[in-house]
């Protein structure tokens, strides 16, 4: 199965800073890239699909880039909403798989 | 409006049994393949199992080959993951989610906590 790595683990940011989270996949994914965003007893939340298009509703400050086995979601100016643990999923390798995780929390 | 209530889970012995529902809005039941994902307490995503939208297609991770069983009732609009043999590790919340081929999870459920423990 494709592995997905995320780095790192835990991102300590200021609000209003930039955040820069990493997704590496162990063999080509495309860009079958999605991220997601999870708050503490929530369902996760589908932030971007495509490795680049925004779901519906998604603020502009998210974005995300790259194809292949790399892949970037930036968080251009974080508020306070946005600390929370996002995931990346492949879907183009069966079968589907997650990476393990990026905490964003306050600095 | 677009929706998914997942119902069913509970605190049930390793080796028991346990009955998952995905009650779903029209327009997902009949647009969607249904797949359940589960986490574990404190743990990342672990996609379980899937279903096409007319019940001719499963799949499921190998960890739960021959003991799980996802199935739909359209009529019902509701999707189910009947769990058998029960292991301690399967302890986890399960979200029902919407997905399509080489697509990502775009609705979820609010999730129901599954504990096996004795």
């Known amino acids: 199965e494709t592995v997905m790595t995320q780095s790192p683990a835990t991102l300590s940011v200021s609000p209003g800073e930039r955040a820069t989270l990493s997704c590496r996949a162990s063999?080509?994914?495309?860009?079958?890239l999605a991220w997601y965003q999870q708050k503490p007893g929530q369902a996760p939340r589908l932030l971007i699909s495509?490795?680049?298009t925004r779901a519906t509703g998604i603020p502009a400050r998210f974005s995300g880039s790259g194809s292949g086995t790399e892949f970037t979601l930036t968080i251009s100016s974080l508020q306070s909403e946005d600390f929370a643990v996002y995931y990346c999923?492949?879907?183009?390798?069966?079968?589907?798989?997650f990476g393990g995780g990026t905490k964003v929390e306050i600095k | 409006e677009v929706q998914l209530v997942e119902s069913g889970g509970g605190l049930v012995q390793p080796g028991g049994s346990l009955r998952l529902s995905c009650a779903a809005s029209e327009f997902i039941s009949a647009t969607y393949y249904i797949s359940w994902v589960r986490q574990a307490p404190g743990k990342g995503l672990e996609w379980v199992a899937k279903?096409?939208?007319?019940?001719?297609?499963?799949y499921y991770v190998d960890s739960v080959k021959g003991r799980f069983t996802i199935s739909r009732d359209n009529a019902e609009k509701s999707v189910y993951l009947q769990m058998d043999s029960l292991r301690a590790e399967d302890t986890a919340v399960y979200y029902c989610a919407t997905t399509l081929p080489f697509r990502p999870y775009d609705y979820w459920g609010q999730g129901t906590l599954v504990t096996v423990s004795s």
């Open positions: 999923q492949q879907c183009n390798n069966w079968p589907p798989t």
């Open positions: 279903i096409k939208q007319d019940g001719s297609e499963k």
């Open positions: 495509g490795a680049s």
């Open positions: 063999q080509s994914v495309g860009n079958n």
